[in-house]
């Protein structure tokens, strides 16, 4: 049975770095948004995280030899199909029911848990780590009987979100010539609700949820790590932290990883950094998002921002 952590929560959020910084753990293994391979990587041949073109890279040629016999065995356009008819954000309260494993739900997610047993296999890995963050998903995969299915839910302030998706993205798995997708502030927050909500809905249904703020967790990225790693069930020993640094920055204390080389599938521009990495909160939201567009994501999502411990009003921040 494949032992997998799915990383969950809107884009933006951080689950990027998060998966990186797991990643470097012993028996963890880091695929990337699997949820986008059968597009991006096994039909339109897009860059690995390790700057191999997807047909070029040993580690997913293995992968998907041990899981489907080579990757040209895989009916993209049936994958297709079938995430039209059962993963979608419309299909959660449909997907939360005793009555959802359907033979495609089945079906669907059984297209995953190969490529998840097999990587583990190649990697040697106890677990692998699907930052793929579609809510959907999550409610899909739980109905497979060969997937040991844990759930990070990663929530950052949805203003910070909000403004993250506002912003020019090159995607340099397309050598720049595509960018990331954007939505408007008013957009996100309606989907930082849904998203949000569908994981709380997960963990009602019995599947085994974590939530973490981002926020804190770059303030202590290590206790964040040996919290998520005993959730994950992987024992730690000190030295298999050793990748993180302190980092003194101007009159702030932070920290920085160490990061190798990784094979994420898909994902943000993060999965191809290698070395060092500051690990710095993101707060430029804070100065650079317009009140009127504060307001308005903060009377969206004031109730779900106050369940997260988030505070409502923050002009005061504001220079």
Request: hydrophobic share 40%.
């Amino acid at each position: 049975m494949a032992q997998v952590l799915f990383l969950g929560g809107l884009g933006r959020s951080g689950t990027t770095l998060v998966e990186r910084l797991l990643g470097e753990l012993p028996g963890m293994c880091a695929l990337g948004e699997v949820v986008h391979l059968w597009q991006r990587d096994v039909r339109d041949d897009e860059r690995c995280g390790c700057g191999d073109r997807f047909s070029a890279c040993p580690f997913w040629t293995k992968v998907g030899e041990r899981a489907f016999g080579g990757w040209s065995n895989v009916d993209v356009d049936r994958v297709h199909h079938l995430r039209e008819s059962v993963e979608r954000t419309r299909h959660i309260p449909r997907l939360a029911s005793a009555s959802a494993a359907t033979a495609e739900v089945r079906e669907y997610a059984s297209f995953y848990s190969r490529v998840y047993a097999a990587a583990a296999e190649i990697a040697g890995a106890r677990v692998v780590i699907d930052s793929s963050k579609h809510s959907a998903l999550a409610h899909v995969l739980r109905w497979a009987d060969d997937i040991d299915l844990r759930v990070v839910h990663v929530v950052r302030d949805a203003r910070g979100v909000a403004y993250s998706w506002t912003k020019k993205v090159s995607r340099p798995e397309t050598d720049g010539a595509e960018e990331m997708t954007r939505y408007s502030p008013g957009r996100s927050a309606l989907l930082w609700n849904a998203h949000n909500a569908a994981f709380g809905l997960l963990a009602r249904r019995g599947v085994p949820v974590r939530r973490i703020r981002y926020e804190e967790f770059l303030a202590d990225p290590r206790a964040g790590l040996i919290r998520l790693a005993d959730f994950a069930g992987v024992p730690l020993r000190p030295e298999d932290l050793d990748f993180l640094r302190p980092e003194k920055r101007a009159a702030e204390e932070g920290h920085s990883a160490e990061l190798k080389v990784g094979h994420s599938a898909a994902g943000n521009p993060m999965r191809f950094t290698v070395g060092h990495l500051p690990l710095r909160h993101d707060d430029a939201w804070v100065r650079a998002l317009p009140s009127s567009q504060r307001r308005l994501v903060g009377a969206v999502c004031g109730p779900m921002l106050r369940a997260y411990g988030y505070p409502i009003n923050v002009a005061s921040e504001a220079p």
